[in-house]
């Protein structure tokens, strides 16, 4: 016989028995191991890679140094406009159409309120309505502050 089965009833069945099933699965198994080694390892001499520069964590919208506590800057992100507010030690992001009738949404930095200037909407710091006609809070964005830069994060999933 040829070593590829190791029982004549083998032969019979055409599949190999249990212990030659588990010889193929250990060799395998090993092969792959040896091979993702080769891979992964560097060859002997050879430099490793550059740290490459990480990633920004999402869209830059401006300089946190530009935005003074208290006060609001429109920006832009993917064609669609963006409010930006410094208030209470956080930046927030939204988009700054009314979800009553969609008109744009200013900031009053006297009430401290989004407001609309089309029939008195109000919208808290945190977009929520106050009072008037809106049926639903602003669009928010998420947003973090890194060496001193404001980005809009993209949500994933």
Known sequence: M???YDEPSELLSGEPSRRRALELIVVGALGALS??????????GSALPA??????PGEPMGKL??????SAKRASYKGRPVLLLNVEGAVRA?????THEGCTV???GDLKLLQCPCHDGRFDIDGKVVSGPPPAPLLRFDVTVRDGTIYIVEKKG
Not at 51 to 56: D, H, I, N, T, V
Not at 94 to 98: A, E, K, M, V
């Open 35 to 44: 091979l993702e080694g080769a891979v992964a390892a560097p060859a002997p």
């Open 94 to 98: 939204f988009l700054p159409i009314c």
């Open 106 to 108: 200013d900031w009053n």
């Open 65 to 70: 140094e530009d935005l003074a506590p208290g």
């Open 51 to 56: 740290q490459e520069k990480p990633q920004e």
């Open 2 to 4: 040829d070593g590829k």
